[in-house]
Nanobody, 127 residues
Framework: LHVVESGGGLVQPGGSLRLSCAAS????????IGWFRQAPGKEREGISC????????YYAASVKGRFTISRDSAKNTVHLQMNNLKPEDTAVYYC?????????????????????WGQGTPVTVSS
């Protein structure tokens, strides 16, 4: 049972990427899902979370209006569409799934106690 991130890469400033978080062995619809990122020398921060109950969403101020989180239930996947990328978005991006945490808390207080964490996918925004 695990989650796997994909879709990272190198992109120029102003470009777009779509990250995917796919689950193996369980159904993502039953979990709140969060996207987090960690830049070198910085703490892991929550950037976007989606609830399991009504698909309500939460965005950090740094990405609001540029990033969109969504579920694809048919593919058991959660996407993070990232537009207008900036150099400061450069980081390793992780997804996590948790069945017990409200999305605002999940995003504001990343915890290694969440049910599942992926291994991360790197995103580099550079010209």
């Amino acid at each position: 049972l695990h989650v796997v991130e994909s879709g990272g890469g190198l992109v120029q400033p102003g470009g777009s990427l779509r990250l995917s978080c796919a689950a193996s062995g369980f159904t993502l619809d039953r979990y709140a899902i969060g996207w987090f990122r960690q830049a070198p020398g910085k703490e892991r921060e929550g950037i976007s979370c989606i609830s399991e109950s009504d698909d309500s969403t939460y965005y950090a101020a740094s990405v609001k209006g540029r990033f969109t989180i969504s579920r694809d239930s048919a593919k058991n996947t959660v996407h993070l569409q990232m537009n207008n990328l900036k150099p400061e978005d450069t980081a390793v991006y992780y997804c996590a799934a948790d069945s017990r945490t409200a999305i605002q808390s999940m995003c504001q207080t990343p915890s290694y106690l969440f049910d599942y964490w992926g291994q991360g996918t790197p995103v580099t925004v550079s010209s």
